[in-house]
Every structure is written in structure tokens, then in C-alpha cells.
């Protein structure tokens, strides 16, 4: 359901960005842009990228979150191709969406009737223009393409459907031909024409030129639909805006056939920021991309605009320095704006001062003596392209602190010794001392040497204390990468309460043991 936006809540938005002064400059010249509609066309040609494949369920979930973004038509699917689809259309149709839905069809009357058993009300239907497709998949004259236009056009609105018209490859198409046929489903009764960048070749002065030159001779409004193709898409869109189109097709996180159509996310923000134009409720673009690329199974670029991973993640030392400060230094909006989070990754280009940052943020108090072990654990850890997150540093520092007796541990090990092979039964023999004076040798057999070490240190301190969780990975995948160990202990007398450790360190099975004590000790300490 479209949210409205009170001048209020815009004035707010607007504070969030951080765009460059050039622009408003530019755009002196272009008319005022007041209304533009977002054509959502996710489930049609989002659904026909190469590796997507939704269900009726998949379909109809996400119709449900494209109708709370606030999309004005939704292009739901391609009614034609099967009864399976079409019963996906009825689906989404009973929902009762705020959106208008409309399904796509061929200029051809088997297709329309399609469109009509669905029960949908809009329909948008095509045909090819550009000699290419005319001559070699058509096989048809321009005059037989221009009466099939019309004839499509005329069936469908006598049918009670509201029709866009689609000259298919229109950026390829002869401007003269590609006008007639507009003019002629414009008096046959489309309510709107679309202008496809069918392979995604034309850019955007030349989008403007054919907008501006169609603008003059159509007057129903007027909508593009841009491919991906050389990486212009959105610009094309936006440029097609400029020059009088008032009708966007988008598909969210830009997928769709090939290299996808225009990303919702990027034009309608580029649309708020440099023309002050409210299309969608901005705030929910991060949580309805996540679930069009949970559902489709196609996984964003970690550097997609607006909502790729990276695209609010700050990791070399200057930029963190700078977004502390302000955070406008390094980011054009603020990732609320769109409903997404900021990462501060500590990585290979952290320096001491974002360490520092992320530690004071966790309100964590780190004596600055540790400071070049620590930093020297975090860029070994990194080295390997890893990045640290909160939990992670957090871990570290812990278990820096213990090893260095900044927190006092009561129960400390004193040596470990594992005997290991091939047909030899592990067995581990750990000297533990307890509150610094009760020592305690004990030796125990495991599975393998971690599981000996560790059963040897549950049963000389508590055998009461269970092993729930062990998780070990390696962070740089060589046969000498640094190893990560959590585990999770459980202690039967003190309320079956669970305490986790986390190690990180090269050697398997001394970070094991590490992760474990740490977790002993927290129980220890309750
Ligand atoms: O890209 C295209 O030309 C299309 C048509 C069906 C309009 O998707
Ligand atoms: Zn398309």
C-alpha cells in the first residue's frame, strides 16, 4: 500500500542526502518532473533472467511486498505461456493489492484472450518494430505490423482492458514507421505507450531525442523500459523522464533478461534525490530486495548500487575516520533512506584508528599496551580477505585479555600434551590449577586430539560441564590458515546454564582448548 509522504517526512528524507550541488545546476533547464509511475516488471521480465524460476507461492509473496513498496502497475506475469501462470495471475489477483496488475501479450488475439481469463484488468501487448525483428523473426511488412498493433489494441480495449502498447526494439526502430504505429494504437485506444530498449543500446542524449520527438506527436503518456545491456539502463531512464516520460519499467535488484532491466532501487532513488520525485516508500527497498533475492535465488554484486553488501561497508582507515566524523564524507545518502544497515568491517586497510572506533562504539576498554597484538591478530586474519565483524572483534579482544591476564581467569591451564596417528587412539594429558592453588593432572582419550583435549579439561575441572556446540573454521583456507573455534558449554548444576568461547589462533587443536577454557571461565565467573 502506497504510504503517503507528508513535506514533513520529505523535508527529513531530503536531509539525508549528501548529492552533488552540479546537479541542480544541470537541471535548470529541464521542466519541472512531477509524477512519474514505477511499472514494476519483477515477475515477468525479472522472472525470465536465465536461472530464475518462481512458484506460484514464490510469485504471489512477492507481489505482496512490490504492493507494499507502493509500485503503481505491476506487471505480474506473461498470461499466454500456460494455465499454471495464469492460475499465478488469479492468485496475485485475489490478494486485493492496492497495485494495478497487468500481464503482458503478443499482438495476437489467443494472447489476449489469455490476459481476459485472468481477470486482470490492464494489459500490456507488444509488437516488434525495428526492421531486424520485422524482416527476420516476424516475417511481416511494416504495414501488416502497424494493422496487428491496431488490431490488438482495438480486440483488448473492446474487452474492457486498459491497454499499453510496446513497440518491441523501438530504440532500433525507423522514428517515422515506429511514430505511425504509436499514433495509430494511441487513436485505437491505448491508454499509455511504452518504448522498449529491447537489447539495451541506446544512451541516454539519444533517449532524449526519442522521447522528445515521440513527446511531440502521442499525447497518452508516454513509458521506457530499459535493458541493461552496456550498463545504461537506469541513466537511459532517467534521461527518458527528462524528456517527458512519465512511466518507468523497473524490475527490482535490476534483474531480468540478460544483464536485467533498470533497477527499481537506483531509479527511484536517483528520482528523489536529483528530481525530488516520490515514487515507492523508499525506506522499505532494503528489506523488499532481500526477499526478491532470497526468493529468485540470484545473488546481488557485493558492490550493487543501494543495496549490494557493500555498498554502506567503510573498511580502509581514512573513509571510517571520515564517516565517525560525518558521515555525508563517504556516503551520497544515508542507508536509512533506503532501509538498509552501514558496515564498519575491520579488514586488511583497518588502521588502529578504526580499531579503536569499533571498540568505543562497543563501549569496550582495551588497554592500549595489547593494541599492536590485537591489530596484529585482526591484519592476519584479514590477510586472507576476511573481514571481522563486531562478534568477531569482540572475540578477539576477549581472548586476548584472558591469554594477557587482563581478565582473571580461575581456572588456568598450566600444559597440554596430545598423543595422536594413524590407529592410535587420541589421548590428551592436561595440568589444569584452580583459584591458584588446586592443580589437577588428568589424562583422557577422545575421538580425536580435540575431542581428547577437551574431554581431559571437562573432566579436571567439572564433569559436569557438557560440551553443547563446537563450530571450527578456517579463515584462510591453506593448510596454515588461521583456524576459528567457538564452543558452547552447558553446566548441569549451575542451572544448565550455557557459556560460549571463541578462540582464534593456527594451531587446531591449541585454539580448541583456548575457546574451551574461555568458556569454562565464564561459567566459572557466574
Ligand atoms: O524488452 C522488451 O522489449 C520487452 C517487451 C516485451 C516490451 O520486454
Ligand atoms: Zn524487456
Redesign the pocket.
Known amino acids: 500500500m502506497k504510504t503517503q509522504q507528508t513535506s514533513e517526512s520529505a523535508r527529513k528524507m531530503e536531509d539525508m542526502l549528501a548529492i552533488s550541488p552540479y546537479n541542480q545546476l544541470a537541471l535548470s533547464g529541464v521542466g519541472p518532473i512531477k509524477d512519474v509511475k514505477i511499472f514494476d516488471?519483477t515477475l515477468?521480465?525479472g522472472e525470465q533472467a536465465p536461472g530464475i524460476a518462481l512458484s506460484q507461492d514464490d510469485k504471489v509473496r512477492i507481489a505482496l511486498a512490490l504492493d507494499d513498496l507502493g509500485v503503481d502497475i505491476m506487471e505480474v506475469g506473461f498470461a499466454a505461456s500456460g494455465e499454471t501462470e495464469k492460475e499465478t495471475i488469479r492468485k496475485i489477483r485475489d490478494q486485493n493489492l492496492d497495485t494495478q496488475l497487468c500481464s503482458?501479450a503478443r499482438s495476437v488475439h489467443s494472447d489476449i484472450d489469455a490476459v481476459i481469463d485472468t481477470g486482470v484488468d490492464y494489459i500490456?501487448t507488444?509488437i516488434a518494430t525495428s526492421d531486424l525483428h520485422m524482416k527476420y523473426k516476424l516475417k511481416m511488412t511494416p504495414d501488416e505490423v502497424r494493422a496487428r498493433a491496431v488490431d490488438a489494441v482495438e480486440y483488448a480495449e473492446a474487452h474492457g482492458l486498459k491497454v499499453q502498447f510496446?513497440c518491441?526494439?523501438?530504440t532500433r526502430s525507423d522514428l517515422a514507421f515506429m511514430t505511425s504505429v504509436y499514433k495509430a494504437v494511441e487513436e485505437a485506444g491505448a491508454v499509455a505507450i511504452?518504448v522498449?530498449?529491447?537489447?539495451g543500446v541506446i544512451i541516454p542524449r539519444a533517449m532524449d531525442h526519442l522521447i522528445g520527438a515521440l513527446k511531440k506527436e502521442i499525447k497518452i503518456p508516454i513509458a521506457v523500459?530499459c535493458?541493461n545491456d552496456m550498463g545504461l539502463a537506469v541513466a537511459n531512464s532517467i534521461a527518458g523522464v527528462e524528456a517527458g516520460a512519465t512511466i518507468v519499467h523497473v524490475c527490482m535488484n535490476g534483474i531480468g533478461?540478460r544483464t536485467g532491466?533498470a533497477a527499481l532501487e537506483e531509479v527511484a532513488l536517483n528520482l528523489f534525490a536529483n528530481y525530488g520525485v516520490q515514487t515507492v516508500d523508499l525506506s522499505k527497498i532494503g528489506k523488499t530486495s532481500k526477499l526478491v533475492e532470497r526468493i529468485t535465488g540470484f545473488n546481488m554484486a557485493y558492490n550493487k548500487p543501494i543495496v549490494g553488501r557493500n555498498a554502506f561497508a567503510h573498511e580502509s582507515g581514512i573513509h571510517v575516520h571520515g564517516i565517525m566524523n560525518n558521515t555525508a564524507t563517504y556516503e551520497p545518502f544515508l542507508p536509512e533512506l533506503v532501509g538498509v544497515d552501514r558496515h564498519i568491517v575491520l579488514g586488511k586497510h583497518s588502521g588502529a584508528h578504526s580499531v579503536q572506533g569499533r571498540l568505543d562504539a562497543l563501549k569496550v576498554k582495551f588497554p592500549q599496551e595489547h593494541m599492536p597484538e590485537l591489530m596484529e591478530m585482526i591484519k592476519n586474519i584479514a590477510i586472507g580477505g576476511k573481514e571481522i565483524d563486531d562478534a568477531e572483534l569482540l572475540a578477539i579482544v576477549d581472548n586476548i585479555m584472558y591469554k594477557k591476564g587482563v581478565t582473571k581467569n580461575r581456572v588456568t591451564l598450566d600444559q597440554l600434551t596430545v598423543l595422536t596417528g594413524k590407529d592410535t587412539t587420541s589421548t590428551a594429558t592436561v595440568t589444569v590449577t584452580i583459584d591458584g592453588e588446586d592443580h589437577r593432572t588428568i589424562a583422557s582419550i577422545g575421538v580425536g586430539p580435540v575431542d581428547a583435549a577437551i574431554n581431559a579439561i571437562r573432566k579436571a575441572v567439572n564433569e559436569k560441564i557438557s560440551l553443547e556446540e563446537y563450530k571450527l573454521s578456517a579463515i584462510t583456507g591453506k593448510s596454515d590458515s588461521i583456524c576459528e573455534v567457538t564452543v558452547m558449554v552447558k553446566n548441569v548444576q549451575n542451572d544448565g546454564n550455557l557459556s560460549v568461547g571463541k578462540a582464534v589462533g593456527l594451531d587446531i587443536v591449541e585454539t580448541s582448548v583456548d575457546a574451551t577454557m574461555m568458556a569454562i571461565n565464564r561459567d566459572f565467573a557466574r
Do not use: G, Q, Y
Open positions: 516488471t515477468r521480465d503482458l500490456h507488444f510496446s518491441e526494439d523501438a511504452n522498449p530498449d529491447t537489447v523500459h535493458h533478461e532491466n
